[in-house]
Nanobody, 116 residues
Framework: QVQLVESGGGLVQPGGSLRLSCAAS????????MHWYRQVPGKERELVAR???????NYADSVKGRFTISRDNAKNTMYLQMNSLKPEDTAVYYC??????????WGKGTLVTVSS
């Protein structure tokens, strides 16, 4: 059973940057796709970005041009580079991996707070 652990969250001022990491306890080759989601209390979890096993990427409209998802297969780690952060980006960010059988794996989340 692979585990996913997020890191890199914290407090940042508007306009600042953060890089989130999602480290897997095993090979990420098992995942057909990996995702970053975020959730604000009282709201549904929102898909932020997706990266396929082949490296193709998709983004929510709200983060296009500001966030970049990537993966390092050798390090079994996925990243989310977040630039030009806005207060509305404040949320708990979750890492997700979906394997080829459709099973989902989730991390416990990391809090990002964008505030002056």
């Amino acid at each position: 059973q692979v585990q996913l652990v997020e890191s890199g969250g914290g407090l940042v001022q508007p306009g600042g940057s953060l890089r989130l990491s999602c480290a897997a306890s095993g090979s990420i080759f098992r995942f057909n796709a990996m995702h970053w989601y975020r959730q604000v209390p009282g709201k549904e979890r929102e898909l932020v970005a997706r990266i396929s096993s082949g490296g193709s990427t998709n983004y929510a409209d709200s983060v296009k041009g500001r966030f970049t998802i990537s993966r390092d297969n050798a390090k079994n780690t996925m990243y989310l580079q977040m630039n030009s952060l806005k207060p509305e980006d404040t949320a708990v960010y979750y890492c997700n991996g979906k394997d080829y059988s459709g099973m989902d794996y989730w991390g416990k989340g990391t809090l990002v707070t964008v505030s002056s």
